[in-house]
């Protein structure tokens, strides 16, 4: 167990994460009768051997954990590096993973990791505190190619290699967040080899990880392979399963069409998909296929502006879009059983959310009204214009989920049924950190899932990239205040303040939070949800 002289920052991940059990699923073999639903003896005697094939529907063209954050290529990449810390889904504590202890100081600025000794990267080097070091002083040096690790090391200060296996991470101010974020895979840790590479090849080449499984090919927009690490012993404590993983080898293969990732889950050409496609919910579950959902922390699905753009430069126009939509539709008509609409800039399954539902309410005739007070005015067609020029806005998305489009298309209608025109631009995955840093969009549909509410400081402040342009204002102080403070009492009154100011100035209009929905073979068993709603495959087993 770790020892810690502030507790204060730990107790916030193991109180206030609590929520993160909402929705938790494990898919085991084990029944509550004598056999699982596939025959499988209940209590089976799970076996190594074979590969996992997994469909995913989209390639975000790099193979580096410290630079992607689109969970398709997440699942691949995690199991390739392994953290410092993990964190319990349905707890939400920090426990021990390749530091087996640390201290925390009473200020929350300096964190000391003790390091398991007998690591070694996949290439054959130890894991030292260098090594650790190496990875956490070239992260922010990656900018906006690594924006949530860089975002997580904000105010970093520097590290000191005590010794081989003792580390201390010092920074400018308090940084409550940090013992979390050492938990994810964008702080995963690579090898001093792949910390020496360019970004461009560690995205092409992928990076030499500790972690339990190891990259053998990548064909970008194809295909992902692993292969088993063997001599791995030093697996997360959550871990079921001590040593190697039981695969032998886990094959990513990339399938843009949901119809095609269903029928190929159900004729046995792949072990599991994501993203279920609503519609295809029933056909799964009659072929005897297990669905597994689980609520991602952070950031929901929702309208991101270019608030430095008119007409988003104008309050009245975001809001009204806001009242414009009506979320409960678009759950019911496009998004996978159980989801819920979006009722702050939080997921509910985020430490610290707050209900802001009743600023979130659908209302058609408030929207028109604001609209009307902005100067915008019904034309003949039915589209608003103002000085002559028409309400039309462009939203640009990503092919990295199937509800994507159709929950565009609702939104398309719902938009217009107030006077606003709405044309949609289709984008690939891997043109995300190219939009984000260009800055020409209108609008942009996404989210992004971390579970501590610094993700909060990650997408809104002004003082990181500030792809939404949005104005310098008393929220970067709330912002950089929450991620400083250790007690988790203060730090939680923080975060509503933020969550406040953010959905009242509607710099955002979060719409619905992601649930993600996997398909799973009848003959996969122990596939489990990670805290972040990202897969951990080191305990899963096929028969």
């Known amino acids: 167990m770790h020892r810690s002289r502030q507790s204060a920052s730990t107790r916030w991940a193991v109180v206030a994460v609590a929520v993160l059990a909402v929705g938790s699923t494990l898919l085991s073999a084990c029944g509550s009768g004598g056999s699982s639903d596939d025959g499988t003896p209940a209590g089976a005697a799970p076996k190594s051997g074979g590969t996992l094939t997994f469909a995913v529907g989209s390639d975000v063209g790099c193979v580096d954990p410290q630079q992607v954050g689109s969970n398709d290529t997440v699942y691949s990449t995690r199991q390739i590096v392994d953290s410092l810390t993990d964190q319990d889904p349905t707890t939400g504590k920090i426990v021990p993973w390749l530091a087996q202890s640390w201290q925390i100081s009473p200020d929350a600025k300096a964190f000391t990791f003790h390091l398991k000794p007998g690591v070694t990267f996949s290439d054959g080097t130890p894991l030292t505190a260098q090594v650790v070091k190496d990875n956490f002083e070239v992260i922010p040096k990656l900018g906006t190619l690594a924006q949530l690790g860089a975002g997580y090391l904000a105010g970093y200060a520097g590290s000191k290699a005590i010794d081989d296996r003792t580390i201390e991470v010092d920074f400018q101010q308090s940084n409550a967040q940090f013992l979390q974020a050492t938990s994810t895979f964008s702080l995963g840790i690579v090898s001093a080899a792949s910390v020496r590479k360019t970004p461009q090849a560690r ?158 309410a659908f209302d058609k005739a408030k929207a028109g009204s604001l609209l009307d007070a902005a100067g915008w005015k019904l034309g003949a067609d039915g589209i608003r214009q103002k000085n002559g020029t028409p309400l039309a806005v462009t939203i640009t998305w990503f092919t990295n989920a199937a509800t994507n489009q159709p929950a565009l298309e609702l939104i398309q209608q719902q938009l217009k049924a107030v006077g606003i025109k709405i044309d949609l631009k289709q984008l690939q995955i891997a043109q995300i950190a190219q939009v984000l840093t260009g800055g020409g969009f209108e609008v942009l ?83 489990r949800f990670e805290a972040s709603s990202r897969i951990q495959l080191h305990d899963t087993w096929k028969n």
Do not use: M
């Not at 339990?212 to 997360?236: A, C, D, E």
């Not at 119809?259 to 190929?264: D, E, L, M, N, P």
């Not at 104008?314 to 009722?343: E, H, M, S, Y």
């Not at 989210?447 to 990650?458: E, G, H, K, M, W």
């Open 445 to 527: 549909w996404g989210n992004v899932t971390r579970a501590d509410p610094d993700i909060l400081r990650s997408q809104f402040s002004t003082k990181g990239l500030n792809a939404y342009k949005i104005p310098a204002t008393g929220l970067d102080t709330v912002l950089v205040q929450q991620a400083a403070e250790p007690d988790a009492t203060k730090r939680a009154a923080l975060v509503a303040q933020a969550q406040r100011l953010i959905v009242n100035n509607a710099y955002v209009v979060p719409v619905v939070e992601l649930e993600t929905e996997l398909g799973v073979g009848k003959n996969v068993h122990d596939l």
């Open 203 to 360: 995205c092409r080449d992928g990076v030499i990880g500790s972690g339990p499984f190891v990259l053998s090919k990548y064909v970008p927009s194809q295909s992902i392979s692993l292969k088993k690490r063997t001599g791995y012993t030093w697996g997360s404590s959550l871990f079921s399963k001590s040593g190697d993983a039981y695969l032998d080898a886990l094959e990513f293969k990339v399938v843009p069409e949901a119809g095609v990732r269903t029928s190929s889950l159900q004729t046995g050409q792949v072990d599991a998909i994501g993203a279920v496609a609503q519609a295809d919910e029933s056909s799964l579950r009659a072929s005897g296929v297990q669905l597994a959902a689980r609520a991602n922390p952070g950031v929901p699905f929702g309208l991101s502006f270019n608030n430095a753009k008119a007409p988003f430069s104008d309050p009245n126009v975001r809001k009204a879009i806001g009242l414009a939509i009506n979320r409960q539709q678009i759950v019911d008509t496009v998004f996978p059983t159980g989801t819920k609409p979006a009722t702050s800039v939080l997921a509910r399954t985020t430490p610290g959310y707050v209900d802001l539902s009743s600023t979130l």
